[in-house]
């Protein structure tokens, strides 16, 4: 596509300079591109569309990886008081 339509991602480095050239640097264009960036952010990683088991078994491993490290020091001295 033109230039211009495309994202920062897809343009190679020696159309960098005239890729800006073609931005709107303006408060109004800043303010803008900021707001596509979040709405891109928040539809990928907030807003999902399909759920399924993977997130729900990322989320009770992380919660168990969180749990031993808080009570790390307690488990290891109850394993200390058993080997002994």
Known sequence: GPLAERRLMDVRLGELPTWLATCDLSPQGLLGGVRKAWSSYYD????????????????LAGYCLLSYVWNYQHISKISFLVSV
């Open 44 to 59: 990928k990683y907030i807003n999902v569309k399909r759920g399924g088991p993977a997130g729900i078994s990322m989320l």
